[in-house]
């Protein structure tokens, strides 16, 4: 009798309903593949997964990525037939992070979407292409600052962090994304954290060399260097033409030239660039070519 009850125990399976086993055993799964990757690959998207137990019932194309009033394109909307599918969906969770202006440490809720993706950067072109475009998202680092290249992106393993202002007043509406091929494996971290985009400092053109500067220089020229006869720029008078000329994508100021004592006659005509680091020469008889000197 004894013998019979365990074989009938033996023989009794677990229920693998469609997905169930698969599910599962999902977030360990990935949780292996990111430790042979090196954890740093995914610093930006899974350094804590978030609660919840991953056997929500996932859609077979999910449409939007929502989070409180925000929403934006999911990666699924540009995924082509057989190139991957969303796997597992994390959150809700919370994660803490440290508020830069006033050193308070906030918990700021966040959800966690693990696709299997072949040929990750070739999707993900696609996707930054929406982000970029309609969906109003900035590149940017970690300190929000906005990067002005797009990155050349490889299968093997990338990182990127993409935020666009959020509907909360204070906040962005940030996407983490970060893949790695092993087990081609991708995972979009959506979160609206407070802060504000920062952007790239433009480097300011010099102001130009004053009227002074640019006629000092030109009288310890000689006067060949200005397409001029004689010995000396002492033989000449200098006339500046009141307001700026552009030549090749340089400011100018215009000059006219004249030999001591015939100013009725011009001698030359001479566009100096502000940065003193052009001077262009003007036929007197055309008034239209103009030919560089240096």
């Known amino acids: ?131 970029l475009g309609d969906g109003g998202f900035s590149l940017v680092d970690e300190t929000y600052l906005v990067k002005e290249e797009r990155p050349e992106l490889e299968d093997a393993e990338g990182t990127l962090l993409l935020v666009r202002a959020s509907v909360q007043e204070g906040h962005l509406f940030q996407l983490a994304i970060g893949w790695s091929d092993v087990n081609d494996t991708l995972a979009v971290r959506v979160a609206v954290p407070e802060g504000s985009l920062r952007y790239p400092e433009k480097e300011k053109e010099p102001e130009p060399a004053s009227l002074t500067e640019q006629l000092d220089s030109m009288k310890t020229m000689s006067p060949s260097q200005l397409a001029l006869s004689g010995n000396s720029m002492s033989e000449y008078d200098i006339y500046p033409v009141e307001g700026f000329v552009t030549i090749d994508d340089q400011l100018c100021r215009r000059f006219n030239i004249y030999e001591v004592g015939m100013a009725g006659d011009i001698a030359g005509i001479i566009f100096y660039s502000g940065d003193m680091q052009h001077i262009y020469r003007m036929d007197v008889d055309d008034n239209s070519i103009i030919t560089e000197l240096r």
């Open 1 to 131: 009798m004894a013998k019979k009850e365990k074989k009938e125990k033996k023989e009794k399976k677990p229920k693998t309903g469609k997905g169930g086993k698969k599910k599962l055993l999902l977030i360990p799964i990935v949780l292996i593949v990111l430790a042979a990757a090196g954890f740093a690959v995914f610093k930006f998207v899974l350094p804590k997964l978030g609660s919840g137990d991953g056997t929500e019932k996932l859609p077979k194309k999910l449409e939007e990525y929502v989070i409180g009033e925000d929403a934006v394109a999911s990666l699924d909307t540009v995924l082509e037939e057989g190139e991957g599918e969303l796997m597992a969906k994390r959150g809700p969770g919370k994660t803490k992070e440290t508020d830069e202006d006033t050193s308070e440490v906030v918990e700021v809720e966040k959800y966690t979407y693990i696709y299997e993706i072949v040929g990750s950067a070739a999707v993900m072109d696609r996707y930054l292409d929406v982000l």
